[in-house]
Each structure stands twice: as structure tokens, then as C-alpha cells.
């Protein structure tokens, strides 16, 4: 499976984006898919994800009431759409894809494929 992150960009505190990722190579209704983010000088970390159905969806505290993750399995896509964006939320988020467990559900040995990131810069 291939993953294509996209929709990055700098917006003012309080703004929003939404991100896609676009998928190839595979059918990604098969596959939990979330989102992770990197902020400068700190550890990847989970944000959202999402089962196959979309039936269950599960976010970080940090993101939580402002993020929202979905998908579009005929189109093969995941989004998130973020929403009150602070500075704290700069980051390069990265779309993933695969079949954790629950207790693997935020950590990066839960999915097997990555997109490449993009980069979200919140100005204060």
C-alpha cells in the first residue's frame, strides 16, 4: 500500500486544514488507518485513528473536540479535518495504515504502511 499525504500548510492560531491521504496499491477498507504527528525536536506521536467501518475512532487528548478523523472507502482516502488550530499543533502529520489491537492502537508497531508527511505550521 502505498500512501500519499497532502493539504499541509501554515495557517493563523484558531484556523483549520484537512488533511487527506490518498491511498494505492491496495484496498484501504481492509485496514485501520490513523494519523500521527512529529513536532520539531520531539517523538512521533498518535493523533487519530479509525476502524475499517468507521464505526470507531479514537484521538489523542490533545486533539480531542477539535479533530476530526474520517474515510471515504470508495475513494480509498483518509481525512482530518483539524479545527482550532493552536501552535502547539505544528507538526509534520503522517497518515498510516494497518491492523493494530487496541493496545497497539497509538503506537507506530500498530501500522504497517506510512505516507511520507505534511508539514502543518500554526502561527501564534
Known amino acids: 500500500v502505498q500512501l500519499q499525504a497532502s493539504g499541509g500548510g501554515l495557517v493563523q492560531d484558531g484556523g483549520s486544514l484537512r488533511l487527506s491521504c490518498a491511498a494505492s496499491?491496495?484496498?484501504?477498507?481492509?485496514?485501520?488507518v490513523a494519523w500521527f504527528r512529529q513536532a520539531p525536536g520531539k517523538e512521533r506521536e498518535f493523533a487519530a485513528s479509525?476502524?475499517?467501518?468507521?464505526?470507531?475512532?479514537y484521538y489523542t487528548d490533545a486533539v480531542k473536540g477539535r479533530f476530526t478523523v474520517s474515510r471515504n472507502n470508495a475513494k480509498n482516502t483518509l481525512y482530518l479535518q483539524m479545527n482550532s488550530l493552536k501552535p502547539e499543533d505544528t507538526a509534520v502529520y503522517y497518515c498510516?495504515?494497518?491492523?493494530?489491537?487496541?493496545?497497539?492502537?497509538?503506537?507506530?508497531?500498530?501500522?504497517?504502511?506510512w505516507g511520507q508527511g505534511t508539514q502543518v505550521t500554526v502561527s501564534s
Open positions: 479509525i476502524r475499517q467501518s468507521g464505526s470507531q475512532r
Open positions: 498510516a495504515a494497518g491492523r493494530p489491537i487496541l493496545s497497539t492502537m497509538r503506537l507506530d508497531s500498530g501500522y504497517y504502511y
Open positions: 496499491g491496495a484496498t484501504l477498507s481492509s485496514y485501520t
